[in-house]
């Protein structure tokens, strides 16, 4: 396809912009399967090595929407964000790198299975023990059995398969392995507004840390 845009006459024309995108994006998905690939290929034990420090939830929060914005395709809808106002002295404790590659992968997925557009809500609370994160899409949502299976290596719905029949189905099974590595937790439910919904939980304690770490 590169080569045939590139033989165009034309070249400022939207059909060669559009070729180039396709192979962007193409690429991009590419990337991402090495990278998951690579990370299965060393071994689970590479995935539970985290680097685990005490983040004040104010900064934190701040650095995962910047986080998330930067992660959202331009055409992406947040619909809604729900941040509650960080209690002084709490903080999480965990690794930014692995916990940045979770949400990745969560957002990857609703990116590819909303193919009416992806709409994502954001809300975010918090007690004593636990810090929760959940994410919202419209997407194709979950069968009754799924919410289990889906962390299986390789697993992937029926839905899922007709939606995107080129998918690794292996994700998730890395975002599970990273959050058990934090003691945090992840689940899938289904969103009652239609598509899926997804809770990452981290631990949080009491503590005093730089207000403003570097990222």
């Known amino acids: 396809e ?18 180039f995108q396709r192979i962007a994006a193409a690429s991009g998905q590419l990337n991402q399967r090495i990278d998951e690939l690579l990370l299965l290929a060393r071994g689970e034990d590479r995935l539970l090595q985290v ?28 619909v809604n964000t729900e941040v509650p106002t960080p209690v002084a002295g709490r903080c999480v404790l965990v690794d930014p790198d692995k916990f ?16 009416d557009g992806l709409q994502l809500s954001l809300s975010i609370d918090c007690d004593e023990h636990s810090w ?13 059995e799924q919410p289990k299976t889906l962390f299986q ?14 998918g690794l189905g292996i994700g998730l099974c890395i975002a599970r392995s ?6 945090g ?3 899938l439910a289904a969103n009652p507004d239609g598509g899926t919904r997804v809770l990452l939980s ?10 403003n770490p570097d990222y």
């Not at 590169?2 to 070729?19: H, N, P, W």
Request: hydrophobic residues 35%; glycine residues 4%.
């Open 100 to 115: 940045a590659q979770v949400v990745r992968i969560v957002i990857d997925n609703a990116r590819h299975y909303s193919p």
């Open 2 to 19: 590169a080569e045939i845009s590139l033989r165009g006459r034309d070249k400022d024309s939207q059909e060669y912009r559009d070729a």
């Open 132 to 144: 929760r994160l959940t994410l919202a899409d419209r997407g194709i949502g979950l069968d009754s």
């Open 185 to 187: 937790e992840i689940h």
């Open 51 to 78: 680097a685990l420090q005490l983040r004040p939830q104010t900064a934190f929060q701040d650095w995962l929407l910047d986080m998330v914005k930067q992660q959202l395709p331009a055409l992406t809808s947040l």
């Open 178 to 183: 990273i959050m058990q590595a934090h003691d």
């Open 202 to 211: 981290l631990p949080c304690f009491d503590g005093e840390v730089d207000e």
């Open 153 to 166: 290596r390789h697993y992937r719905g029926e839905r899922a398969r007709l939606t995107r029949p080129d």
